[in-house]
């Protein structure tokens, strides 16, 4: 069983920034790709990015290509979303997840791949 807690979310004004973090429990972690995905209200859940075991390779939404940052540190079984240039519609709960096999990047945009998920982690901006 893994457990995984998000913190970091928070209120802030459009432009801003926050840094998201995900710490996992678990003696695994560092074989298995690391996502985030979020969930405005009324919208279904959706890819953000995600991150090779390694970290060597991450993957980005269009949406969040050039003003997220998905990293993780593998000594603290952390994953990190640093968020920047926020916009209203970056609105949402924010989850990360685990993804079930290890050493696969297989559809690593797909929630059907991932197994272990936190509780989320709610970002608001507003305008």
């Known amino acids: 069983q893994v457990l995984l807690v998000e913190s970091g979310g928070g209120l802030v004004q459009a432009g801003g920034s926050l840094r998201l973090s995900c710490a996992a429990s678990?003696?695994?972690?560092?074989?298995?790709?690391m996502g985030w995905f979020r969930q405005a209200p009324g919208k279904e859940r959706e890819f953000v990015a995600a991150i090779s075991w390694a970290g060597g390779n991450a993957y980005y939404a269009d949406s969040v290509q050039g003003r997220f940052t998905i990293s993780r540190d593998n000594a603290k079984n952390t994953v990190y979303l640093q968020v920047n240039s926020l916009k209203p519609e970056d609105t949402a709960v924010y989850y990360c997840a685990e993804k079930r096999l290890e050493y696969s990047t297989r559809r690593y945009y797909s929630q059907d791949e991932y197994n272990y998920w936190g509780q989320g982690t709610q970002v608001t901006v507003s305008s």
């Open positions: 678990g003696r695994t972690f560092s074989r298995h790709v």
